[in-house]
């Protein structure tokens, strides 16, 4: 059984399922409740997560992520636009030109106060959510002497800071 999450800095540590329900910030106790959790969630290789997402098995599209910030998880129910993109979008959080995936909009609800008013905020994001895989594939040598581990380190920073700005962008409702 997974230990209750914490996050140091901003490294996912493995969610209990009390955890995630505990972490959303802008669900509804009816939305909690009916809350599917991602499948396999005991056999989750946490050390190679940046964010936890997954898609709702019965609502295709609404999606959630938990994300570390500031050493708290933080999670987010989100909506999937009806329209998808006229060209291929690259996704905001971890920026990978060579996705073997979809990127769609997303938008979530603010939490508190302005999520009431109907205040939200919107995200290109893989559809399945692979960028923490996307990150820490092997980058191609831009020149000699390019320091790839060096690379790889800044593309899953680079991915960790975002999607926690992200998620403090919802926060900013109450």
């Not at 509804?28 to 946490?46: F, H, M, Q, S, V």
């Not at 959630?64 to 998808?84: H, N």
Request: proline residues 6%.
């Amino acid at each position: 059984m997974p230990v209750r999450a914490e996050s140091i800095g901003d490294i996912m540590l493995p969610l209990s399922d009390s955890t995630i329900r505990a972490s959303f910030v802008n669900a509804t106790r009816k939305e909690l409740n009916d809350l599917a959790l991602p499948t396999g969630l005991d056999e989750i290789d946490w050390t190679k997560l940046d964010y936890l997402g997954w898609r709702d098995r019965k609502n295709p599209r609404r999606a959630f992520v938990v994300i570390p910030v500031d050493g708290s998880p933080v999670g987010v129910m989100l909506r999937q636009a009806e329209a998808t993109p006229r060209t291929r979008a690259q996704c905001s959080w971890c920026r990978d030109v060579h996705l073997p995936n979809d990127v769609v909009f997303f938008s979530a609800r603010r939490s508190g106060a302005g999520g009431r008013n109907g205040n939200t905020v919107g995200t290109l994001v893989c559809a399945e959510f692979e960028c923490s895989a996307n990150v820490r594939k092997t980058p191609p040598v831009a020149y000699i002497g390019f320091d790839v581990d060096a690379a790889r380190s800044e593309r899953i920073e680079s991915l960790r800071m975002r999607a926690a700005g992200f998620a403090a962008e919802v926060l900013q409702g109450d």
